[in-house]
């Protein structure tokens, strides 16, 4: 099922829900994030589809904003969350433009990911079955120091009603893999979890892209001075 038909699919359990009363909602607590680990790995996953993802269909990634999925239940909060055929709001002094609630967009998220950080988030009890229940098509854990179990990245499909651990790491329904990179992420060395293709190529971040544009353009000077003729003119 691609992108365009899980979105029609999802997304008319919505039009006819009435727009709740936001006023005594709390939807920014100004908590902290919890740790170095999640707050770059946040960001590499965020920032590498922004710079990388080239799709004719708009889409939205984010850490750390709320998923209001139903009226008068709390939000969850994934560290990391991707969107597909959705735009962000202009006004942004709008208090329903301010977070991913789902009557607004019309859809759920297809993607909610979760950094482990301690024995007791609940990855793979409470919130495998609160994303379950939100129906979001595909949840992630990703448990960078092994709290949990040996398994470092674990990618769960929605089914019927429950969720299904995959044996691979590949979304199939959006385009998109996930894979573990040991690289240099803002000067930390580290082992990533980066976003790559169906054949295993990491998308990259800006920098990263601008380092092999570089590169590219060494290796071109190089070439053109070993035939005698100068780059510089």
Known sequence: MGINSMSQVISPEFTEIAIPDLNDIIIEDEAPVDNLISEKQQRLLVHSLYSSLNRETPFLAT?????????????????????????IPEDWSQKQNRSYF??????????????????VGGELSHKLSDYARARVPYYVVFDPLN???????????????????????????????????????????YTWLRWCDREGNLLLTGDERAEQEYQRAERLAAFLRAQGINPEV
């Open 63 to 87: 850490a750390n904003v709320g998923l209001f999925y139903a009226i008068k239940q709390p939000p969850l909060v994934p560290d990391v969350m991707v969107s597909f055929d959705v735009t």
């Open 147 to 189: 709290y949990l179990n040996a398994d470092t990245v674990q990618v769960y499909e929605l089914g019927v009603i429950h969720y299904q651990l995959r044996s691979d790491r590949w979304l199939e329904a959006i385009g998109l893999g996930l894979t573990l990179w040991e690289g240099i992420f803002e000067g930390k060395t």
């Open 102 to 119: 789902v009557w607004n967009f019309g859809k759920v998220p297809e993607v909610a990911l979760e950094i482990v950080s301690n024995t």
